[in-house]
């Protein structure tokens, strides 16, 4: 299905960045994928090619995507997947300045930073495709985390905002927005592993996403049921805020993401 395609993926050391650069090598892609130090075990496991990138930085992002190209040619699909996450200790806005930067920068500017380098050949090739890894939280709410949930709305709004210019042109978008999946992120998160719509696998995402791209929508979602959460959030704001209040008050404070995220 990709074969001929290259992609790139960030953040893919392992979870659902290196599921997903296995879902599109197992469909015939050429895959190179980054993290903050390069994944070269991971990539040798999987048969991808390896880059050291940290999407915080502009520099580091051009230059992963320009020694991509030199060695698999144009990217046809960039997959924005690095992600940070912080708690906030004590209220909503208790987390630190450096941990809201941090977040904005990789999960919001690291996408911007890719799609800046790529959209313009995309534009000129007249196809492409961008992947921005969100999350449940970007439609809902991360409990105990405002600064994950700013920063991945903010992350549904890029994603939006890239389909809706470029869709005409060619280039595809597809915006990931799972609830709980087992990962490094959620190691250890009470809140994540006792869930009651369930613990996914990385594969599992990466496989949502391979239907989404063969049907061509926007929005991937591994757990259906975030869609009709969403739908009940639109349609009654108010209940959605007493409930989610009211979730909050049964997982206790101690379930909530209130340290950084191993
Ligand atoms: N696990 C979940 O339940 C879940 C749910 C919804 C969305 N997500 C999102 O999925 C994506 C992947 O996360 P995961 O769950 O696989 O966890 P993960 O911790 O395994 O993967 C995140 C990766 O991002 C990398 N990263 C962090 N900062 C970086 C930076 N500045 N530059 C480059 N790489 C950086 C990390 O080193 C790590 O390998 C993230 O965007 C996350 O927010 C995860």
């Known amino acids: 299905m990709f074969k001929n395609k290259n992609v790139v993926v ?17 469909n015939g892609a050429t895959v190179a994928i980054s993290d903050l130090s390069s ?34 040619g144009p990217v046809d699909v960039f997959v924005a997947n690095a992600g940070v996450g912080f708690g906030d200790p004590k209220h909503a806005a208790g987390a630190s300045n450096d941990d809201w930067e941090l977040s904005w ?26 992947v921005i890894t969100a999350s449940a939280a970007g439609l809902l709410s991360q409990i105990g985390s405002s600064s994950y949930t700013a920063t991945k709305h903010a992350a549904v709004g890029l994603a939006e905002s890239i389909a809706i ?12 927005c799972p609830q709980y999946v087992r990962t490094n992120m959620t190691k250890g998160m009470a809140m994540a592993e006792g869930h009651q719509d369930g613990l996914l696998e990385p594969a599992d995402v990466a496989d949502a996403l391979k239907i989404a791209i063969e049907e061509e929508r926007f929005l991937v979602l591994s757990h259906p049921i975030v869609g009709e959460y969403f739908k009940q959030k639109a349609m009654d704001y108010e209940g959605y805020i007493s409930g989610m209040n009211k979730l909050k008050q049964k997982l206790g404070a101690e379930q909530l993401p209130n340290s950084k995220p191993k």
């Open 10 to 26: 960030t953040g893919a050391s392992g979870g659902i960045g290196k599921a997903i650069a296995e879902m599109f090598i197992q």
């Open 39 to 72: 994944p070269d075990a991971t990539a040798r496991e999987i048969g991808a090619i390896a880059f050291a990138c940290d999407v915080s930085k502009e520099a580091d992002v051009i230059a992963f995507l320009e020694a991509a190209e030199e060695a698999m």
């Open 105 to 130: 920068q990789v999960n919001v500017m690291g996408a911007v930073y890719g799609a800046r380098a790529l959209l313009p050949k995309m534009q000129a090739r007249g196809e492409g495709r961008i």
């Open 165 to 176: 210019r470029h869709w005409d042109q060619g280039i595809r978008t597809h915006c990931i």
